[in-house]
């Protein structure tokens, strides 16, 4: 569950951070929010291209081992 986050994209990675944590508890400030936003997304880039190196690795030893 902890990496699901990683798995939203654009307005979804917005619905999702714009949910509040508690309903007791006060929204973040819109300033934190938005740089929340940013390192969330710029943190799904980085794991989505770990992702595709890869598959691009797995795919080029399957090349060269066959």
């Known amino acids: 569950m902890r990496l699901f986050i990683f798995s939203l994209d654009d307005d979804a990675m917005d619905w999702f951070i714009d949910l509040p944590a508690n309903k007791d508890k006060r ?23 770990m992702q595709l190196n890869q598959v691009q690795l797995i795919k080029s030893m399957e090349v060269n081992h066959a």
């Open 27 to 49: 929204k973040i400030k819109t300033q934190e929010n938005e740089n929340d936003k940013d390192l969330i997304k710029g943190l799904t880039q980085i794991i989505k291209d």
